[in-house]
């Protein structure tokens, strides 16, 4: 739930030069977003950033965004924060900010926290705080 935007995803991330101070760091899973009838649309998160920081706690920022599997710019979200209009979306792309750590030796559990607006389409609201949260595990050592 951390850079899927509006859903749940299992993630791969790929970084390949993380014992930088700046690394650039991509990715992308498999995840859900929440349709307008209750109903769970399956997505494709992408994301692509970068960590800054010499230690194994980096400050993280990048675009993260998501291609669903089904028509999800047609959906209607009738109560969406006070509509100037008939219907709004949420865009599906963002920046987000945020914490990671990353094991002392580079290999085991990771989390991080961010903070992402979403941006919604004719809407009184136009952007939304969100934060997100996710754990993982680091294979290769830093």
Known sequence: MGKSIAGAAV???RNPNAD??????????????????????PSLPLFVGANLGRSN????????????????FSNRLNNCFDCEGDFSTIVPFTLYLGFKHYPKDGNGFFYHINTQPILITNSYLPVLPWIGAGVGYSFLKQ
């Open 57 to 72: 706690n980096k400050f993280e920022f990048g675009l993260a965004g998501f291609i669903t599997t089904k028509e999800y």
């Open 20 to 41: 930088r101070t700046l690394s650039l760091h991509y990715g992308a899973g498999i995840g859900a977003v929440l349709g307008t009838n209750d109903d769970w649309l």
């Open 11 to 13: 993630l791969y991330e």
